[in-house]
């Protein structure tokens, strides 16, 4: 609970909600809102957008990083997420079982 406080998350108030504070939902002693060790939060539309575009540039570069090292090990940078087969030709003994004679 202490680190979502941090992240900015707030304890709902069971006064604003008297329709949910039933039978259905516990009333804490601490004037909040829970259901099933659960505790009803909230969280201010600001603060909730720059989380949001913090996860969304941490998920971005985090990608770019991925697309580089895909792009390095296949050595081609045009397909940077397909992995491209490669042959190769070994010249060991070759095993001549002739014609049976």
Same mark, same amino acid.
């Given at each position: 609970?202490?680190?979502?406080? %941090?992240?900015?998350?707030?304890?709902?108030?069971?006064? *604003?909600?008297?329709? =949910?504070? /039933?039978?259905?939902?516990?009333? @804490? +002693?601490?004037?909040?809102?829970?259901?099933?060790?659960?505790?009803?939060?909230?969280?201010?539309?600001?603060?909730?957008?720059?989380? %949001?575009?913090?996860?969304?540039?941490?998920?971005?570069? *985090?990608?770019?990083? =991925?697309? /580089?090292?895909?792009?390095?090990? @296949? +050595?081609?940078?045009?397909?940077?997420?397909?992995?491209?087969?490669?042959?190769?030709?070994?010249?060991?003994?070759?095993?001549?079982?002739?014609?049976?004679?």
């Amino acid at each position: 609970m202490n680190n979502s406080l %941090q992240q900015g998350w707030v304890p709902v108030k069971a006064e *604003e909600y008297p329709e =949910v504070t /039933s039978r259905v939902f516990g009333h @804490s +002693g601490k004037g909040q809102i829970e259901y099933g060790g659960l505790t009803l939060c909230r969280m201010p539309k600001e603060m909730a957008d720059a989380r %949001q575009a913090y996860y969304d540039r941490k998920n971005r570069t *985090e990608m770019a990083g =991925v697309r /580089s090292d895909l792009a390095s090990q @296949s +050595g081609d940078r045009r397909y940077g997420a397909i992995s491209q087969p490669t042959l190769t030709q070994s010249y060991g003994r070759q095993l001549d079982f002739g014609s049976g004679e």
